[in-house]
């Protein structure tokens, strides 16, 4: 039996009135628990009534946790926690993160007795008052303590008619209710702020997963976000067939009322199932996000290392003639024969066919600058960085004379190193001593 309950059932005088309630409550609970009456066999109009009382009570006490944990310092501190927040989580088990947010909610709810005051009656719930705090906590510092009052219950009214989301986004503009003349200025200098961090915490991870897929995990600024997703939606129009069975993009393509969409999209890259199933919009979104990868501009982009952007698949021409067998990336995957022959067609990617025609790769000492079909020729024996032990990918790294091209060294592809950028800085730093081995690695030693 818990400390809350044994007090409250001992009958000793002056038992506080938050222990007294909590075990009211508990004993409530056991009560029902222990009747056996199954509330499935209730009307609808009661079942709905009792949905939406349960949710506030819910809400009414997790305003009184939150109360409790607001001035829980001590029961940390008893104990050595880190905090009340942390104490609590280990103590029921419970995800720290959900409990260092509630932690924080309980502070900052001291300074805004009308949210607590909705949260306590249950009026609001706490994703409702998470959401009214972080817009009253970004009205000017200077403002009327009247006008943030005012501003206050402004939001709380609101969340009456909309969800935690919704309040959030209307919170964004609530300076026009309660200060009109200040609101451009200062949605300016919020959005100015809300950018910058946006650039500071853009992410993006490329995971393979071994499967043949990579798994693809990111964060980007709302802005970006909203050129994807028109882009895709150009390959995803709703006017497309999303029931047919193999349409092709061209055919997709002629019956789009906008012409959205490029006819040159493959064969149900994102509406065809096959089958007459229509395909999730999720799924749709991920094949349209590949043909768009597929077709960038490539031509357009800054070069690497060199060389226009481009993905180097090297494959025997039988191979390639017959679509049977695996394709080696230059970026260390594979793909299939058949993959390889339908990307051939497109600047993206460029076969290097073993036993077929090439390009000129000897250029002497008619050029200074390697060419970049050199570079690629190159990788095909040389996948990475040619400095033992760096495993940069040959497709990061920048072209290196072995013989100095000003001391007579040839730009052929015998005399051509492809290093990474921390390493093409060591073969032209005097400090350095470059030995090379046999296999064509190379060392680097700081001279004494």
């Given at each position: 039996m818990t400390g809350v309950r044994a007090g409250a059932q001992s009958g000793a005088v002056g038992v506080h009135p938050w222990v007294a309630c909590v075990a009211e409550l508990t004993g409530s609970l056991d009560r029902l628990a222990g009747s056996g009456v199954d509330p499935d066999w209730l009307d609808v109009p009661t079942?709905?009534?009792?949905?939406?009382?349960?949710a506030r009570v819910g809400e009414r006490?997790?305003?009184?946790?939150?109360?409790?944990?607001?001035?829980?310092?001590?029961?940390?501190?008893?104990?050595?926690?880190?905090?009340?927040?942390?104490?609590?989580?280990?103590?029921?088990?419970?995800?720290?993160?959900?409990?260092?947010?509630?932690?924080?909610?309980?502070?900052?709810?001291?300074?805004?007795?009308?949210?607590r005051a909705a949260l306590g009656a249950g009026e609001v719930s706490v994703g409702h008052a998470a959401a009214v705090l972080d817009a009253l906590e970004e009205l000017p510092a200077d403002l009327d303590p009247d006008a943030v009052a005012r501003a206050e219950v402004h939001l709380l009214g609101e969340c009456v008619s909309f969800t935690p989301r919704q309040v959030r986004r209307l919170g964004r503009h609530l300076l026009r209710v309660?200060?009109?003349?200040?609101?451009?200025?200062?949605?300016?200098?919020?959005?100015?702020?809300?950018?910058?961090?946006?650039?500071?915490?853009?992410?993006?991870?490329?995971?393979?997963?071994?499967?043949?897929?990579?798994?693809?995990?990111?964060?980007?600024?709302?802005?970006?976000?909203?050129?994807?997703?028109?882009?895709?939606?150009?390959?995803?129009?709703?006017?497309?067939?999303?029931?047919?069975?193999?349409?092709?993009?061209?055919?997709?393509?002629?019956?789009?009322?906008?012409?959205?969409?490029?006819?040159?999209?493959?064969?149900?890259?994102?509406?065809?199932?096959?089958?007459?199933?229509?395909?999730?919009?999720?799924?749709?979104?991920?094949?349209?996000?590949?043909?768009?990868?597929?077709?960038?501009?490539?031509?357009?982009?800054?070069?690497?290392?060199?060389?226009?952007v481009a993905v180097v698949a090297t494959v025997e021409l039988d191979k390639l003639t017959e679509a049977l067998g695996a394709v080696t990336l230059d970026t260390g995957g594979e793909i299939s024969a058949a993959q390889a022959r339908r990307l051939a067609c497109q600047h993206a990617l460029i076969p290097a066919v073993m036993g077929g025609a090439s390009v000129p790769l000897d250029l002497g000492r008619s050029a200074r600058l390697f060419s970049h079909h050199q570079a690629r020729a190159h990788?095909?024996?040389?996948?990475?960085?040619?400095?033992?032990?760096?495993?940069?990918?040959?497709?990061?790294?920048?072209?290196?004379?072995?013989?100095?091209?000003?001391?007579?060294?040839?730009?052929?592809?015998?005399?051509?190193?492809l290093l990474c950028a921390h390493h093409h800085h060591r073969a032209h730093d005097p400090t350095y001593t470059t030995t090379w081995s046999e296999a064509g690695a190379v060392t680097f030693h700081r001279r004494t």
């Open positions: 079942k709905a009534a009792l949905l939406v009382e349960l006490v997790a305003s009184l946790r939150l109360q409790v944990l607001a001035g829980a310092s001590d029961v940390a501190a008893a104990d050595g926690a880190r905090s009340a927040g942390a104490w609590l989580a280990h103590a029921t088990r419970q995800d720290p993160g959900r409990l260092r947010f509630e932690e924080r909610l309980a502070s900052r709810l001291e300074s805004y007795g009308a949210t309660v200060a009109p003349e200040r609101a451009d200025a200062h949605e300016e200098a919020v959005l100015n702020a809300e950018e910058a961090r946006a650039r500071v915490r853009t992410r993006l991870t490329l995971s393979p997963q071994g499967d043949g897929t990579t798994r693809i995990t990111g964060l980007i600024p709302d802005l970006s976000a909203a050129v994807l997703s028109r882009a895709l939606e150009a390959y995803t129009n709703p006017r497309r067939d999303h029931h047919g069975a193999g349409t092709t993009g061209a055919a997709a393509g002629a019956g789009d009322v906008d012409g959205a969409g490029p006819a040159h999209v493959e064969a149900g890259v994102v509406g065809a199932a096959g089958d007459g199933r229509r395909i999730p919009a999720e799924v749709r979104r991920g094949q349209a996000f590949c043909a768009l990868v597929e077709h960038l501009p490539v031509d357009g982009l800054p070069s690497q290392g060199g060389s226009p990788t095909i024996t040389h996948r990475q960085c040619q400095t033992d032990g760096c495993d940069i990918p040959a497709a990061w790294c920048e072209r290196h004379h072995r013989t100095p091209w000003n001391t007579g060294g040839p730009t052929d592809l015998a005399n051509l190193v």
